[in-house]
């Protein structure tokens, strides 16, 4: 799932912009603590590994000022984060972004930024590099998010509780992706029009979550496929975020359930 800022990546000129951002919000006496130990390079680095993470929004969210999202104890006041909110915002403009754009990329960028600050001042472990990544690191790194799961025998996981629903966990090695996947089960006393009702109106208005039609051998299920590649290691923060708004969006499907034909998929 593409976003803008996967999009302004491939574009030469995006490095110079982030780092006339950098550099304007270092001059400034108000905000030049915001990037105390974040350096440039590292904030481009993060750009380019982590806006798999990111997810889209409303267009209304997208009209809303971006909210700090770092560690709290990081947090710069109100005020301040508004003017590097501006900064950016200024720089996009001097770079002609366009104007419809320029209030997402705001979001997208400064959500990857929060994250490299926060990593930045972090005490403690906050990403699992290549190397570690497997099942038992990723049931751990739940745990310790407050997310109850359970490594499968097939070293798939499922989430019990700490999310809205339930979901799975693939580590696909050879692709170096994680492929998360919501799936709900359909009664076998289910109409075609009621699936088709259910279908049509979870997948209305373009969001996170598009479900599609999968039937196995047996039972008939509703799913979602995401992929999030991981060769440059998975942010803590912005995985487990990832995994509760999947896990929020996917549990909408059961509210266009009129007919009470779907049940919630234990396999």
Same mark, same amino acid.
């Given at each position: 799932?593409?976003? %803008?800022?996967?999009?302004?990546?491939?574009?030469?000129?995006?490095?110079?912009?982030?780092?006339?951002?950098?550099?304007?919000?270092?001059? *400034?006496?108000?905000?030049?603590? !915001?990037?105390?130990?974040?350096?440039?390079?590292?904030?481009?680095?993060?750009?380019?590994? !982590?806006?798999?993470y990111l997810m889209p929004k409303s267009e209304y969210d997208y009209a809303q000022a971006p %909210? /700090? @999202?770092?560690?709290?104890d990081i947090q710069i006041p109100g005020s301040q984060f508004q003017e590097v909110i501006q #900064?950016? +915002?200024?720089?996009?403009?001097?770079?002609?972004?366009?104007?419809?754009?320029?209030?997402?990329?705001?979001?997208?960028?400064?959500?990857?930024v929060e994250e490299t600050r926060s990593q930045c001042n972090e005490t403690e472990v906050s990403?699992?590099?290549? &190397?570690?990544?497997?099942?038992?690191?990723?049931?751990? %790194? $739940? @745990?310790?998010?407050?997310? &109850?799961?359970?490594?499968? /025998?097939?070293?798939?996981?499922?989430?019990?509780? +700490? $999310? /809205?629903?339930?979901?799975? #966990?693939?580590?696909? !090695?050879?692709?170096?992706?994680? &492929?998360?996947?919501?799936?709900?089960?359909?009664?076998?006393?289910?109409?075609?029009?009621?699936?088709?009702? #259910?279908?049509?109106?979870?997948?209305?208005?373009?969001?996170?979550?598009?479900?599609?039609?999968?039937?196995? =051998?047996?039972?008939?299920? $509703?799913?979602?496929?995401? *992929? #999030?590649?991981?060769?440059? +290691?998975?942010?803590?923060?912005?995985? =487990?975020?990832?995994?509760?708004?999947?896990?929020?969006?996917?549990?909408? &499907?059961?509210?266009?359930?009129?007919?009470?034909?779907?049940?919630?998929? =234990? @396999?």
């Amino acid at each position: 799932m593409n976003n %803008l800022l996967h999009a302004y990546l491939k574009d030469q000129n995006f490095e110079k912009i982030i780092s006339d951002f950098h550099d304007e919000v270092k001059n *400034s006496d108000l905000v030049k603590h !915001y990037f105390l130990a974040a350096k440039k390079e590292i904030i481009l680095r993060d750009l380019k590994k !982590y806006h798999h993470y990111l997810m889209p929004k409303s267009e209304y969210d997208y009209a809303q000022a971006p %909210l /700090p @999202s770092s560690k709290s104890d990081i947090q710069i006041p109100g005020s301040q984060f508004q003017e590097v909110i501006q #900064i950016l +915002g200024n720089v996009f403009r001097k770079n002609k972004i366009p104007a419809r754009e320029v209030s997402q990329l705001l979001h997208e960028v400064l959500e990857i930024v929060e994250e490299t600050r926060s990593q930045c001042n972090e005490t403690e472990v906050s990403t699992l590099d290549l &190397v570690e990544i497997n099942p038992e690191k990723i049931y751990k %790194l $739940l @745990s310790r998010n407050r997310i &109850v799961s359970e490594v499968m /025998p097939s070293k798939a996981i499922r989430t019990e509780k +700490g $999310l /809205p629903f339930p979901i799975w #966990i693939y580590t696909d !090695y050879e692709n170096k992706k994680l &492929v998360i996947r919501g799936k709900i089960q359909i009664k076998e006393t289910a109409m075609q029009e009621d699936i088709s009702k #259910i279908l049509e109106k979870s997948n209305s208005k373009a969001g996170f979550v598009n479900v599609k039609l999968e039937q196995d =051998t047996g039972p008939q299920y $509703l799913v979602d496929n995401h *992929s #999030i590649p991981f060769n440059d +290691g998975i942010p803590i923060r912005l995985f =487990t975020r990832y995994l509760r708004r999947f896990s929020m969006d996917f549990n909408q &499907v059961f509210n266009n359930d009129e007919n009470d034909v779907l049940n919630l998929a =234990t @396999s």
